[in-house]
């Protein structure tokens, strides 16, 4: 979308026409001025007109015509309203303070205030921040309602704010399903890891138990070999002491014969 700009030069006819009396008032240098800017305005000397205003504006700072015109001088120099580098920021800032004065003058300045206004939504659309564009462009209207410019620019702002309203919420909502997705794929593996953990606990409880019982056999088994011993050696002493016994009698009964 370009930026509203009429025919500077005649714009001011109309407004000569319109304010003429109070037009009368203003310094011979000052419409000198006017006049030289709108000339170099339409020879597309957009800088050289913007130093002109600038000046007529040193010479009358309450020019409405001198700054508005001062505005539309600065924000011709941009040629990509998405170019973001210092200097066209400056420039653009610049303009939009232009004419934010003239658009505050919509009870003594009805027609440039409603075109200061559509300029400001112009600028606000091109950098995409539709939300401020449709209050501008709703400002334009309520001071000149006739403004079909205005009315159609208003449609197409708030279009593309209900279309990055839309995009947002898809966004969130594509976010919230990752969002549970991954909630539920580590609920599902912290469940697993769980389940593992509790599997090894399990097992190595079973293989304590079969150390333990292990243990427990071998113990018992040692038990059972000192028995064993020990009863091997009482039967070897009890045999010995009946050999010892017996070989007495012998001897004795040996003796007697």
Not at 82 to 91: P, Q, R, S, Y
Not at 188 to 208: C, E, P, S, V, Y
Request: glycine letters at 2%.
């Amino acid at each position: 979308m370009k930026f509203h700009h009429f025919s500077i030069f005649a714009s001011l006819l109309c407004l000569l026409v319109a304010v003429q009396p109070a037009f009368a008032e203003s310094t011979r240098k000052e419409r000198r001025g006017i006049m030289k800017g709108n000339e170099l305005y339409k020879e597309r000397n957009f800088v050289e007109s913007q130093q002109t205003y600038e000046q007529v504006l040193i010479e009358n700072p309450n020019s409405a015509v001198a700054r508005y015109n001062l505005g539309l001088s600065q924000i011709r120099q941009v040629t990509n309203p998405a170019d973001t580098t210092a200097k066209n920021k400056a420039v653009i800032e610049k303009a939009k303070k232009n004419f934010s004065d003239v658009a505050a003058l919509a009870k003594t300045k009805p027609g440039l205030a409603a075109k200061a206004n559509f300029n400001l939504g112009n600028i606000e659309f091109n950098t995409k921040n539709f939300d401020k564009a449709i209050e501008y462009y709703k400002q334009a209207l309520r001071i000149d309602p006739s403004d079909d410019k205005a009315r159609k620019n208003l449609r197409i702002a708030q279009l593309n704010l209900k279309k990055d309203q839309n995009k947002d919420k898809n966004k969130d909502q594509n976010k919230d399903q990752n969002k549970d997705q991954n909630k539920d794929q580590n609920k599902d593996q912290n469940k697993d890891q769980n389940k593992d953990q509790n599997k090894n606990q399990d097992q190595n409880k079973d293989k304590q138990k079969q150390q333990q019982q292990n243990i427990d056999q071998q113990a018992a088994a040692r038990i059972l070999q000192a028995v064993d011993n020990k009863e091997s050696q009482t039967r070897a002493k009890v045999n010995r002491a009946n050999s010892g016994k017996k070989a007495g009698e012998s001897s004795r009964n040996t003796k007697r014969w």
